[in-house]
């Protein structure tokens, strides 16, 4: 079962533009929801972490939109970079219930081109 | 080092041989994560230890599947009379407290069953 959805498996965009990965999740209880990187070798790296109490959260770059009605959240990368080609995982845990491993989307693989 | 490390880095294996992977956690941290990588995919869940207490095993998939953290530290995974499914990238994280957020990644075992 598939409890977080991931879109889209790839995304090619230019040096300064923006990407936009996109996640749905099914489990309501489900109340925190990290974005990992992971370069090829490494493990996931956290970049960036929202719980369901705020709309969104900025840190340099990187931007979670969540819509909790819609049970959606979206990561936006600004001003995208070279160095950002990577894959990038959401995932989705709950912090105080007792599911607390994280359930990973499918990845999508990101190129940004020169 | 700071961080979460794992070894080996690589293991190969015949189908049907015993392996074991360790991971060391950040010190001091208390809650401890195995996953399992398939090429391609995001990671999905194992097993999971607060301190020496495994409080979770649900997602091992077989019972040739066994992890442990004896003394609360150090773990070790184990997969008896390895398949060539088990092929994949074993990843382990590490957290500071009982919310178990954010988690911590190692670089992962690269297993590969001949």
């Known amino acids: 079962q598939q409890q977080v959805k991931q879109s889209p498996q790839s995304l090619i965009v230019q040096k300064g533009g923006i990407s936009i990965i996109n996640c749905a999740y099914e489990?309501?209880?489900?109340?925190?929801f990290p974005w990992y990187q992971q370069f090829p070798g490494k493990g996931p790296a956290l970049l960036i972490a929202?719980?369901?109490?705020?709309s969104e959260k900025k840190e340099g770059r990187f931007t979670i939109s969540f819509n909790k009605s819609a049970k959606q959240f979206s990561l936006h990368i600004m001003d995208s970079q070279p160095g950002d080609s990577a894959t990038y995982f959401c995932?989705?845990?709950?912090?105080?219930?007792?599911?607390?491993?994280?359930?990973f989307g499918s990845g999508t693989q990101l190129t940004v081109l020169p | 080092g700071a961080g979460v490390s794992q070894s080996p880095r690589y293991k190969v294996a015949k189908r049907g041989q015993d392996v074991a992977l360790r991971c060391d956690p950040i010190?001091?941290?208390?809650?401890l994560f195995w996953y399992q990588q398939a090429l391609g995919q995001g990671p999905e869940f194992l097993t999971y230890?607060?301190?020496?207490?495994?409080?979770?095993k649900s997602g091992l998939p077989s019972d040739r599947f066994f992890a442990e953290r004896p003394e609360g530290s150090v773990s070790t995974l184990k997969i008896q009379r390895t398949q060539q499914e088990d092929s994949a990238v074993y990843l382990c994280?590490?957290?500071?407290?009982?919310?178990?957020?954010?988690?911590?990644f190692g670089d992962g075992t690269r297993l590969s069953i001949l």
């Open positions: 994280a590490s957290s500071l407290r009982n919310y178990n957020q954010p988690q911590h």
């Open positions: 489990n309501t209880a489900f109340d925190y």
């Open positions: 929202i719980r369901p109490d705020v």
């Open positions: 995932a989705a845990a709950q912090i105080s219930g007792s599911a607390r491993q994280l359930t």
């Open positions: 010190s001091g941290h208390v809650s």
């Open positions: 230890f607060q301190n020496e207490a495994q409080l979770d």
